[in-house]
């Protein structure tokens, strides 16, 4: 269970361009299951995601993972449980250009310290789970919007984490891509994995993947509906 109890985040805090960004937010999130931010731009929820995904800390309020409480860890233990735990899949992708598949899929992997021959073992292994194989040695430039897509998920699971975290992750692809992508996120819910989404997709938040349904607003949950 992933429990944020009265959160909030305040950027610019004691500025003039002060800004509350989340306020009263309490959820729990529990694993194994598919939770869908859902709201307009602009209402928090990336900024929800960065504090679940240990990439920011709340202004005030907890935030435990399976019972431990993350929120006051010491940086180094945030980074460890960043990466040992989740796996990030970005609006855009954020695939690196100039380098081939396998090495984008590698990044995440390489402060684990291990052998590169064995990284590039696993990550082979991730690209081959999508029929990328064949692709691992091209350049990110020359893969197809659908392989690319598929790339940004394969580096998101090279450390095999327990936890999925998507931003906005149909936003810029087609009716069909999206839904594969939803085809892929129910594969890795079969194996297990934690799926928390925030998109404003009707193909995410309407899909029968979705466990709980997380409305926001204003930086505040108006909804949080269990389906
Ligand atoms: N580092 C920051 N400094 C100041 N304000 C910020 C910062 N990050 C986010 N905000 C503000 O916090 C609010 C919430 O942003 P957030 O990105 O979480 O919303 P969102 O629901 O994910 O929107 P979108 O769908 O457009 O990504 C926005 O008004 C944004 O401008």
């Known amino acids: 269970m992933i429990s944020l109890c009265d959160i909030a985040k305040i950027f610019?805090?004691?500025?003039?361009?002060?800004?509350?960004?989340?306020?009263?937010?309490?959820?729990?999130l529990r694993m194994r299951e598919t939770i869908v931010l859902k709201g307009p731009s602009g209402s928090g929820k990336t900024t929800l995601l960065g504090l679940v995904g240990c990439m920011a800390r709340p202004t005030t309020g907890r935030i435990f993972l399976n019972d431990r409480e993350i929120t006051s860890l010491p940086e180094r233990f945030l980074t460890e449980i960043r990466r040992s735990t989740f796996g990030f899949i970005f609006q855009q992708f954020n695939l690196i250009k100039g380098i081939s598949a396998l090495e984008n899929v590698m990044i995440p992997a390489y402060p684990t310290g291990e052998k590169n021959s064995l990284l590039r073992k696993r990550g082979l292994e991730k690209l081959e789970m999508f029929d990328l194989g064949k692709r691992a040695n091209t350049r990110i430039e020359f893969l197809s919007g659908g392989e690319a897509q598929r790339v940004a998920i394969a580096r998101a699971l090279i450390n095999n984490p327990a936890i999925i975290i998507a931003d906005e992750p149909t936003a810029h692809l087609d009716s069909k891509l999206s839904n594969e992508f939803m085809e892929i996120m129910k594969d890795l819910k079969a194996a297990g994995t934690t799926i928390i989404l925030a998109s404003h997709d009707p193909i995410v938040y309407n899909s029968a993947l979705a466990d709980q349904v997380v409305e926001m607003r204003d930086g505040q949950v108006v909804k949080d509906g269990r389906l």
């Open 12 to 28: 610019n805090a004691g500025k003039t361009n002060e800004f509350s960004a989340l306020h009263n937010v309490s959820l729990n």
